[in-house]
């Protein structure tokens, strides 16, 4: 089983900075791609951003240039440096990561809610 846990949200006015970070645990035999998605209410889960085991990154056109992907690999975690904020920001973020133990699958976090306001 594996488990992410992500951090960082909560009440950040327009023009903020804020970090996610996703911690992977668990029965973890390789990482491949983590990545951020979101979803705002009464819309569907998008991608915000991804990072290879290599360090390839893309992003959602929304947020480049303002949101930077990065991870940690001996510590199974990724971040999500978020500046420049705007209140169509508001959502729930998700970590995920494609992980390899007995077979390969992709495990979900259970969101953080970012809410942009002043």
């Known amino acids: 089983q594996v488990q992410l846990v992500e951090s960082g949200g909560g009440l950040v006015q327009p023009g903020g900075s804020p970090r996610l970070s996703c911690a992977a645990s668990g029965s973890i035999f390789r990482i491949y791609a983590m990545g951020w998605y979101r979803q705002a209410p009464g819309k569907q889960r998008e991608l915000v951003a991804r990072?290879?085991?290599?360090?390839?990154?893309n992003y959602a056109d929304s947020v480049k240039g303002r949101f930077t992907i990065s991870r940690d690999g001996n510590k199974n975690t990724v971040y999500l440096q978020m500046s420049s904020l705007k209140p169509e920001d508001t959502a729930v973020y998700y970590c995920?990561?494609?992980?390899?133990?007995?077979?390969?699958?992709?495990?979900w976090g259970q969101g953080t809610q970012v809410t942009v306001s002043s």
């Open positions: 995920n990561a494609d992980v390899t133990n007995d077979s390969t699958g992709r495990y």
């Open positions: 990072i290879s085991s290599g360090g390839n990154t």
